[in-house]
């Protein structure tokens, strides 16, 4: 089998060592980095020894010491998990769908002078992330020598992640599964920049989500996924992210908002912030529900029966939450809102993510309508709160997620979890096991407080560090994102001409108490004739 390195990188390397190993002179620096180089040493030299059986499964032998029996690995189920990350369809292809899912969501709902940035900023937030993962946030989350609330630097930069068992099933080898994981642990500070948009800077918020990561993210998944983490061990049920990805996400952009306070006019009635693009409102629904049986479905790590449940429970909750989400907006005013029905959609795929593998389609039914009306009332609260929330993440994914893991307390079945033919739990009320409710209740209440209060504090320390300032300036603001930070425009000068020509927000610069901020494309601009000027 080929090596992984060439011989001379490999020789430099080992060579390296040995420097380090001679020039340290401090005992404890030279064991430590030492320890580490020669472990990234064996790691890139390390082949796995794998073989094929009869039936075709992969039998690998992932102890070099032999103490361990080899692990047998279904290609289907392997394939399973890597479909669903690109399309959703099947696990890891289906996942990868979520972040431009939301980028077109939240773009959609934003002004046109914004919109460019929040798709560009979904891609980068998710680069960020992602790089993250494999640097230490794989190991902080599903290290096996961690903590029950963090893990530790064991699988350093993916050392020692391969073909060993998985911390999620012993199904699928580590890497695969630590590949998955990314994109759970990428798409959350995607969902996250909502709150922050219109207002903050962009380089700030890249800082931020490879913080928010390993501080934020990382020990919560710890706790409820990997085997040591103490919701895990309390009992918490919490099938694909609800509380990890969910209540996280939509209390960070919370704490983000109230951090940066509203924005520029927010609240005035000459400033009423309206959906710049359903087309992508809706777009960027559609992509999000596709991505999610990988999300849900995946979630199972293996291709069989219950798998194909959850992605059941997940489509049922959905077109249910939308549908009620819809009908309820029309109630007030008299109108099928498309806006609406996509808002529906996505409480009720927030609202499944916790149950799906645990619940029967009539339950999903049921968690789809209570999430949506839930849901639909807590876009109440920013007005309660006096805090700006553009895109209403609270509501949909904090309360949204809150009440899919309180949900799954209630309507947990055993009978749905042996679909698999392996797993086995005590199940929810609907088991008689009164017990799961009040677990429920303690793990999310346990990751919205700390998510909050940990947020608050890094944004805070962000803020102060020089040159990374959170917010934008005025003139940055009322010119738009796009326009200030990326000097780019979403729809070429459509948005400068709606947004900064001629709107009631800037009558002071047509009564020429000041200028705007020059630039060549709002001079282009101006030289139009005022007739052909839309005003928003």
Known sequence: MASLFTPPAGACLALVVQLVEMASNATLGRSFVSTKLTQVYLSLHFQPNVSYDASGDLIANWDPTGANPPAVYNLGDMSW???????????VSLASLR???????????????????????????????????????????????????????????????????SAGSSKIPALLYAFYQSMFAAVTPVIIIGGCAERARILPILVFTFIW???????????????????????????????????????????????????????????????????????GTTLLWFGWFGFNGGSELAGNLRAVQAAMATNL?????????????????????????????????????????????????????????VANFATG???????????????????GGFTGSILTGLFADSRVVEFDGYSVITGGWINKFYKQLGFQLAGSLSIVAYTFVMTYIILFCIDHVPGLHL??????????????????????????????????????????SSTPPSNRSHEKVSAEPKSEVVVN
């Open 81 to 91: 998990i890597l479909d669903s990350f690109a399309s959703r369809f099947d696990p």
């Open 99 to 165: 972040a431009p899912g939301v980028a077109f969501l939240y773009s959609g709902l934003l002004r046109r002078k914004n919109a460019l940035s929040m798709l560009m900023l979904a891609l980068a937030v998710y680069s960020v992330a992602t790089i993250q993962w494999m640097f230490w946030g794989y190991s902080l989350a599903f290290s096996s020598t961690g903590s029950k609330f963090i893990g530790d630097l064991k699988h350093f930069g993916l050392i020692d992640v391969l073909d060993a068992p």
């Open 213 to 283: 990561g390993t501080l934020v993210y990382d020990p919560i998944a710890c706790w409820v996924w990997a085997p040591n983490g103490w919701a895990f061990q309390l009992g918490v049920l919490d099938f694909a992210g609800g509380g990890p990805v969910h209540m996280t996400s939509g209390t960070a952009a919370v704490a983000w908002a109230v951090y940066l306070g509203k924005r520029r006019g927010y609240g005035t009635p000459k400033l009423a912030y309206r959906p710049h693009s359903v087309s992508h409102v809706i777009l």
């Open 317 to 373: 909750a959905t077109a249910m939450a939308g549908l009620t989400w819809m009908f309820m907006d029309y109630f007030y005013t008299g109108k099928y809102s498309a806006v609406s029905l996509c808002s529906g959609i996505l409480a009720g795929l927030v609202g499944i993510t916790p149950a799906a593998g645990y619940v029967g389609s009539p339950a999903a039914l049921a968690i789809g309508f209570v999430t949506a009306i």
């Open 381 to 399: 609260l920013k007005v309660l709160g006096r805090f700006d929330d553009p895109v209403d993440s609270f509501a949909l994914h904090t309360v």
């Open 471 to 512: 917010r934008v300036s005025e003139e940055s603001e009322i010119l738009g994102i796009d326009e200030a930070e990326l000097g780019e425009a979403s729809y070429d000068y459509v948005a400068l001409r709606r947004d900064i020509d001629y709107p009631e927000e800037h009558a002071e610069w047509m009564a020429g």
